[in-house]
Structure formats: structure tokens, C-alpha cells
């Protein structure tokens, strides 16, 4: 890989770790997490005009993909509830990987390489090292986590699908984002009974900021895709595990053991390990 690629894997990972971080400091994080997602309906409304519609049989995928993001949204803000973004964060970037290469072993029949199983070993260790002993993450924030890491490796299997049933990729990324970002403020308004955004205030600026940082990490990595290997981008792009860390003692005053350091390293490297068979 050259050095650009390398370089735009690493941004992606110090971008997606900053963006959880704003969702971290949120005062009330389901109201931020939905201002956050105006950036995307943004931008998500001149690619749908420019790309049209997806192909009828792509339409139960964008709403199946749209409604789990919704509810990876509202179980990664249950998650930050209970636990600081440097203990949270790992076990959310770790168990995705971890539960697609499990899910394909015990559902699939899928033999797992050698590279594979040091890397289930190393995430399943790394988390258990978040996860025990003194200073260990609450466990409601685990199980939250968990769940959380659960979500997306389904949407992320949905949205494999569903592209490719959609014949146009723009098109169907827009319209999960249309979707995501009508039924975000609507799961809002009916838990909350109104979405009050007052533009003025620097909470909304702070969560569209947060929102514009979201968006960038996904555009930085899609850039890496287009410029070099989806395995090695994947397994750099997991460092972001370590990123939260440091991010969360520098800008969180969150504490920063050796033990959490060493348990965020595990989980990076183990996910490292999976993220390069992609």
C-alpha cells in the first residue's frame, strides 16, 4: 500500500473514534445522535436526485438496513449511558469482526484460517480484559456494547445484499440515509413526545460537527477503498480502537490504566487479524 492509503485508513479510524467521542460528551446523546444525523439526510438528498431510485427489489433491504442503524443507534447511546467511550468503544469496534467470522463458522460451516482464530482469541481476550477486574466497564454498558457490535454486523450484511440487489450503489446508499434520517427524529419524537433543535445553541452545532465528522470517516475510507486493498485498509482502519482511548483521556479526562491501554491494543490487533481476511 502507499503511504496515501495507509494515511487515509488511519484518518478514517482518528475520525470514526472522534465522532463517538462527540456522541460521548452529548448532554442528552439520543437527542444528539439524531441532530447528527441531519449531516447525512443532507447529504443524502442530492444523491438521491442525481441517482434516482434503486431497483424495486432492493426496497425491503433500504428499510430493513435503515431500521437497524436506528436501533445500533439507540443501543450505542444505552451504551455510552453506562460506560466511558474507552471502555464502550473497543467492545462495539471489536465484536463486529468478531461475530461475522464466528456467525460464518457456526451458521455458515465456514473453516476459519489460523490468522482468524488468533484473532477471535485475541478480541474475545481483549474484551474480557475491558471487561473484568478492577476498573471493568459496567456490565449493562457491555451487554449494550454487545448488542450494539451485533447491529451493525447485521446492517452490514443487509447492506452486502442489498447493493448488489439494487443495480446502483449511490442509489441505495441514499435512500438507507433518507430512511435512517426520517425514522431517527420519528423514534425520537415518540419516545420524547418533540425534537426541539434550537439553531443557535453550540449542543447543535457540536452534534452536527460530530455528524460532519461521521460522514467524513466513511467518505475517507471509501477514498482508501478506491486507491488500494480492502483487507490491509480494513485491519489499519481498526486502530481506531486505540485512537478512543487516548481520545477519551485527553478530551474526556476518562481514565487510562496500563491494563485499558493493554486490553484496547488486544482487541485492535485481534480485529486487525479479521479485518484482514475481508
Not at 466497564?137 to 450494539?148: D, E, G, N
Amino acid at each position: 500500500m502507499s503511504p496515501l492509503v495507509i494515511g487515509l485508513a488511519l484518518f478514517a479510524a482518528i475520525l470514526h473514534a472522534s465522532w463517538n467521542a462527540f456522541l460521548r460528551t452529548g448532554a442528552d446523546r439520543l437527542w444528539t445522535v439524531t441532530v447528527m444525523s441531519f449531516s447525512s439526510t443532507a447529504l443524502a438528498i442530492p444523491l438521491a436526485i442525481f441517482n434516482g431510485f434503486p431497483a424495486t427489489s432492493a426496497w425491503p433491504y433500504v428499510a430493513l438496513s435503515a431500521c437497524l442503524q436506528v436501533g445500533y443507534s439507540a443501543f450505542l447511546v444505552a451504551a455510552y449511558r453506562y460506560g466511558e467511550l474507552g471502555q464502550v468503544y473497543p467492545i462495539v469496534r471489536g465484536s463486529v469482526p468478531l461475530l461475522v467470522t464466528l456467525g460464518g463458522f457456526l451458521l455458515a460451516g465456514q473453516r476459519l484460517t489460523v490468522l482468524e482464530t488468533v484473532g477471535v482469541a485475541l478480541v474475545g481476550g481483549g474484551i474480557m480484559g475491558l471487561s473484568l477486574g478492577r476498573g471493568r466497564a459496567a456490565t449493562t454498558s457491555i451487554l449494550y456494547a454487545l448488542a450494539t457490535g451485533a447491529i451493525i454486523a447485521a446492517y452490514a450484511t443487509v447492506d452486502a445484499i442489498g447493493v448488489r440487489a439494487a443495480n446502483n450503489v449511490g442509489a441505495y446508499t441514499a435512500w438507507v440515509l433518507l430512511a435512517y434520517g426520517a425514522l431517527l427524529p420519528a423514534t425520537f419524537v415518540a419516545s420524547r413526545g418533540r425534537l426541539v433543535v434550537d439553531p443557535r445553541a453550540p449542543e447543535t452545532w457540536k452534534a452536527l460537527g460530530g455528524g460532519l465528522f461521521a460522514l467524513l470517516a466513511y467518505g475517507v475510507v471509501v477514498a482508501a477503498f478506491a486507491l488500494g486493498p480492502a483487507g490491509p485498509i480494513t485491519a489499519i482502519r481498526e486502530t481506531s480502537v486505540v485512537f478512543a482511548a487516548f481520545i477519551g483521556r485527553l478530551f474526556l479526562g476518562e481514565t487510562l490504566t496500563p491494563r485499558r491501554v493493554g486490553a484496547c491494543a488486544v482487541v485492535a490487533l485481534g480485529a486487525i487479524c479479521l479485518g484482514y481476511q475481508s
